[in-house]
């Protein structure tokens, strides 16, 4: 066990980096022009082994399945050349309303062959609920199905286009204009 007297700290400035050959969850926060990781751990890969279709292995994860709870998905292998060839879009969009939040998305190709579709109601305390949480639960179920599907159909480079309508979210969120 490393024990460090202070977090690992970066300046928060848009650079060009190599793709990290590991990935790892991290908590972090900005404080002014400095991002400051407070956590890491490191992901635990699900094998595909056992799972014969994507869809298995969604629903294999448990955590998942407010995110999955209503899913559709239409022809992989197109979506799979559109995120290969830099064609793929997906988009976001969440609405609150009450005490309750909730969102849909689409992965899909730009002739709407191959699709990946949900909405869900995102989790939480009805006193932790907002707008902004409604947006961004789209985003995150797009980026965890996009992991999966890249796993699950191994690969290893691709482009997607990501759209949603809650910049202040995002702005939120980086604490600064995106």
């Given at each position: 066990?490393?024990?460090?007297?202070?977090?690992?700290?970066?300046?928060?400035?848009?650079?060009?980096?190599?793709?990290?050959?590991?990935?790892?969850?991290?908590?972090?926060?900005?404080?002014?022009?400095?991002?400051?990781?407070?956590?890491?751990?490191?992901?635990?890969?699900?094998?595909?082994?056992?799972?014969?279709?994507?869809l298995q292995l969604l629903q294999?994860?448990?955590?998942?399945?407010?995110?999955?709870?209503?899913?559709?998905?239409?022809?992989?292998?197109?979506?799979?050349?559109?995120?290969?060839?830099?064609?793929?879009?997906?988009?976001?969009?969440?609405?609150?309303?009450?005490?309750?939040?909730?969102?849909?998305?689409?992965?899909?190709?730009?002739?709407?062959?191959?699709?990946?579709?949900?909405?869900?109601?995102?989790?939480?305390?009805?006193?932790?609920?907002?707008?902004?949480?409604?947006?961004?639960?789209?985003?995150?179920?797009?980026?965890?199905?996009?992991?999966?599907?890249?796993?699950?159909?191994?690969?290893?480079e691709g482009t997607i286009e990501l759209g949603c309508d809650?910049?202040?979210?995002?702005?939120?969120?980086?604490?600064?204009?995106?």
């Amino acid at each position: 066990m490393i024990r460090r007297n202070r977090l690992p700290t970066f300046d928060a400035e848009r650079t060009i980096c190599q793709k990290p050959r590991d990935f790892s969850r991290a908590t972090v926060h900005c404080n002014r022009s400095r991002i400051i990781c407070s956590g890491v751990a490191s992901i635990i890969q699900t094998s595909i082994e056992n799972q014969s279709t994507f869809l298995q292995l969604l629903q294999q994860d448990s955590e998942l399945h407010w995110c999955i709870h209503n899913l559709h998905i239409e022809n992989e292998q197109a979506l799979k050349e559109a995120l290969l060839d830099g064609t793929a879009i997906a988009i976001s969009d969440g609405l609150h309303k009450d005490t309750f939040g909730t969102t849909a998305w689409t992965i899909g190709d730009l002739d709407n062959i191959g699709l990946i579709s949900g909405q869900a109601v995102c989790p939480g305390a009805a006193e932790d609920m907002d707008s902004y949480r409604s947006e961004l639960a789209g985003i995150y179920c797009i980026m965890v199905v996009l992991q999966k599907f890249c796993f699950f159909h191994d690969i290893q480079e691709g482009t997607i286009e990501l759209g949603c309508d809650g910049l202040s979210a995002l702005d939120s969120v980086f604490e600064k204009g995106v």
